[in-house]
């Protein structure tokens, strides 16, 4: 079936070390991932997208990469900072539903910045 | 930038009555809008498919008659949790896909806490 999981529920790191939030996805057709940062009690915030035809893109201190063989995904935070303790989420778009706004979320990590 | 707005921010309700919740779109039209809830430490589940001008899907598990969704406009979805109990306490999300950008370009309200008592 279509699910989108997470490896960690949670992830703590040292204030300025590098993060790395990592995702699988079973569905092979997905063909865009989203990262979704959520703060307690806020909706999801966009962080950064991908679509299968690549398998790199880099934003502002975040990287995400894709590796489709074997269906996996990775947000890397560069720099890590307080501000930046939440609920990651990866997100796909399923099978058949490119372009219309529906999305599958994984189970999310929850990230701890240790000052 | 494009601003999806839900209200009310949070509610209570005694259980055995109806709650309505919006979902507006500030500055684009929006064709498709979803629903998702989300249980504390849990992820986000779609609920359903919100279609201005036409019935919404639902996905598997999700109770049509318990939870009506009305998207009229295309600025505007509304849930309606009929009934509601304490389980169906939760936070509500709302998406919006802009219509007029190609591609996948999605929005999400900032969520309604609903409180069943």
């Known amino acids: 079936g279509e699910s989108v999981g997470l490896h960690l529920p949670t992830l703590s790191v040292q204030e300025g070390d590098n993060s790395i939030i990592n995702c699988a996805y079973s569905n092979s057709a997905s063909d865009y991932f989203i990262w979704y940062k959520q703060e307690s009690g806020k909706g999801p915030q966009f962080i950064i997208d991908?679509?299968?035809?690549?398998d790199k893109r880099q934003g502002q201190r975040v990287t995400v990469l894709l590796n489709k063989t074997v269906k996996h995904l990775s947000l890397q935070i560069a720099a890590t900072q307080p501000g930046d303790s939440a609920v990651y989420f990866c997100?796909?778009?399923?099978?058949?539903?490119?372009?219309?706004?529906?999305?599958?979320f994984g189970q999310g990590t929850t990230l701890q910045v240790k000052p | 930038g494009a601003v999806v707005s839900q209200h009310p921010s949070w509610v209570i309700c005694k259980s055995g009555t109806s709650v309505k919740i919006e979902c507006r779109s500030l500055d684009f039209q929006a064709t498709t809008m979803f629903w998702y809830r989300q249980f504390p430490k849990q992820s986000l589940m779609l609920m359903a498919t919100?279609?201005?001008?036409?019935?919404?899907?639902?996905e598997q598990g999700v109770e049509k008659d318990k939870f009506l969704i009305n998207h009229a406009s295309l600025t505007l979805s509304t849930l309606t949790v009929t009934s509601a109990h304490p389980e169906d306490s939760s936070f509500y999300i709302c998406s919006a896909r802009e219509s007029q950008k190609p591609g996948n370009t999605i929005y999400f309200g900032e969520g309604s806490w609903l409180t069943v008592v």
């Open positions: 997100a796909e778009t399923p099978h058949g539903s490119s372009n219309t706004g529906k999305l599958i």
């Open positions: 919100s279609n201005e001008g036409s019935k919404a899907t639902y």
């Open positions: 991908i679509r299968s035809n690549m």
